[in-house]
């Protein structure tokens, strides 16, 4: 009797006014996107309230979709020193919340998403959105782009977690033994 295997991933591009989240089911090697949008802040209110509403979501979102693994990009540098502080609170926040939920955690670069995906670290935003589409199978590109970036960063760490088995089995002594 086959067994099936099932990963949930939730991708999850930071950001204080738009927070991208997709999440990306696999499925005996098929991925397909089960949930993808964006939480948004009020650039009204002030910071404390924003990262409180930002955290309260992601808290929410975490619980209802109850991914195995939550990947949050990495963000490595930014010329505006605002956006990158932003940036910050907000991927400190989501590793925060998908820590408390006890899910496994990843972080990858914009570089390492973009190989992964689009086979290129210098891909374009819309050749990353474009292959997400086609990944996912996917009508049209996923709006709006932060979301298409999050279910981006979930496929990439669907790829490399097969790499990473694939090497690992590649070592196994098992293995070794029984092609020997």
């Known amino acids: 009797m086959a067994t099936i295997e099932q990963v949930y991933v939730l991708g999850i591009d930071p950001g204080l006014t738009r927070c991208g989240y ?78 408390e939920a006890g899910a496994a955690i990843a972080e990858y670069s914009a570089n390492e998403v973009k190989l992964a995906v689009a086979g290129y670290g210098s891909a374009t935003k819309e050749q990353v959105q474009e292959m997400v589409a086609r990944l996912l199978q996917l009508k049209e590109i996923p709006r709006p782009p932060d979301a298409a970036d999050a279910l981006a960063l979930a496929i990439c760490y669907l790829a490399d977690a097969r790499g990473r088995n694939l090497s690992e089995a590649k070592t196994s002594p098992r293995l070794q033994s029984e092609t020997a």
């Not at 409180?52 to 990947?71: C, D, F, M, N, Q």
């Open 22 to 99: 997709g999440c990306v089911v696999e499925e005996n090697g098929r991925q397909r996107a089960v949930a993808a949008g964006v939480l948004t802040t009020s650039l009204d209110m002030a910071l404390p309230e924003r990262l409180a509403v930002l955290r309260k979501e992601l808290v929410s979102l975490i619980g209802e979709l109850r991914p195995e693994v939550v990947v949050v990009e990495r963000v490595l540098f930014q010329t505006n020193a605002l956006t990158a502080m932003s940036v910050g609170q907000a991927s400190g926040l989501a590793l925060a919340s998908a820590a």
